[in-house]
């Protein structure tokens, strides 16, 4: 028969029992683990879906966005930094160097960063999804200063000489331009996101690549693609230094969360059922009740033998 346990007091081990299941379902979500296609697809599926119904949910607020664009042009002026009008002028001139950076703004700010993905989760799957927090933290956070801090990008400010090179060159460039313009909140320039994804692009490459040419891509591109933002009159060059800003915050969350910088953590990992398995197998041994001793005989005579 069993003993009760007196009124009033609990059972200590199911208590431990309970804790260590909280922990090790904790350890188990911080711990690097191998992705799952299906999952990962719907995530970022999902993710940018909302995203993009957020960032173009915001208010415009037309009139703030204005006088934040001359706050911000006055305030490079005053710095002796407002280059974006020279470079927008002057790669305007050059008409198939200007259409191809319309196509570059409109296209790899996706395509880069989903081959970036798609390469971390079939060569560094213990890595993907700590360098995938950053990416969504940074994403996030950029929603705030949207919110926030309604900014007009440099082609559609009152009295400035700013070119607008989709509408003149008519490419299909920017999605707040021409046709597409109804489709997405003009007035969300801060921060610059195609910064923040490309330099997380870049990084990533820089990183986790082992081929030196890759590692120089992948600084060569968030570089260009700041060019890219100046020269088609879509961002101030402070707008990148928001996108900069984000992106460290994605990096603290992913570190505070991961323990560790995503370049540090193993590039192979067991998948989640496979280390699971691993574990309640590990746990169940360790309870199992260890055998009595067996009570010791009387010492053999000296020089006996055994039968």
């Not at 002026?77 to 008409?95: D, Q, R």
Request: net charge positive; with cysteine.
């Amino acid at each position: 028969m069993e003993d009760s346990l007196p009124m009033g007091e609990t059972d200590v081990t199911a208590q431990e029992d309970g804790k260590t299941g909280w922990s090790d379902r904790l350890r188990s979500l911080r711990s690097p683990g191998r992705p799952r296609l299906w999952f990962e697809i719907l995530l970022i599926a999902v993710s940018y879906w909302l995203y993009s119904l957020v960032r173009n949910a915001v208010p415009e607020q037309k009139t703030q966005a204005l006088s934040n664009a001359d706050w911000i042009w006055s305030a490079e002026k005053a710095l002796g930094l407002a280059f974006e009008e020279t470079v927008n002028h002057a790669v305007n001139s050059v008409t198939w160097l200007i259409v191809s950076m319309n196509y570059y703004y409109a296209t790899l700010h996706f395509v880069v960063t989903i081959g970036v993905l798609v390469w971390l989760f079939r060569r560094h799957p213990g890595r993907y999804a700590a360098t995938r927090l950053v990416l969504f933290a940074t994403t996030g956070v950029a929603l705030l200063g949207y919110y926030l801090y309604p900014l007009a990008p440099p082609r559609l400010m009152n009295g400035a000489n700013f070119i607008d090179t989709v509408l003149v060159h008519e490419t299909w460039g920017s999605m707040a331009s021409g046709n597409f313009k109804n489709m997405s909140n003009q007035y969300a320039a801060m921060p610059s996101m195609h910064i923040g994804w490309s330099l997380w692009c870049g990084l990533t490459i820089f990183a986790l690549a082992s081929a030196p040419w890759a590692r120089i891509l992948g600084l060569l591109y968030p570089t260009l693609t700041l060019v890219v933002i100046v020269a088609t009159a879509n961002h101030f060059w402070l707008d990148a230094v928001g996108g900069m800003v984000c992106l460290a915050f994605g990096y603290a969350v992913s570190r505070a969360w991961y323990g560790s910088l995503p370049q540090h953590l193993p590039k192979w990992v067991p998948s989640k059922s496979k280390r699971g398995a691993r574990l309640t197998g590990v746990r169940a041994t360790a309870r199992l009740p260890r055998p009595a001793e067996e009570p010791a005989g009387e010492p053999e005579p000296a020089g006996a033998r055994r039968p």
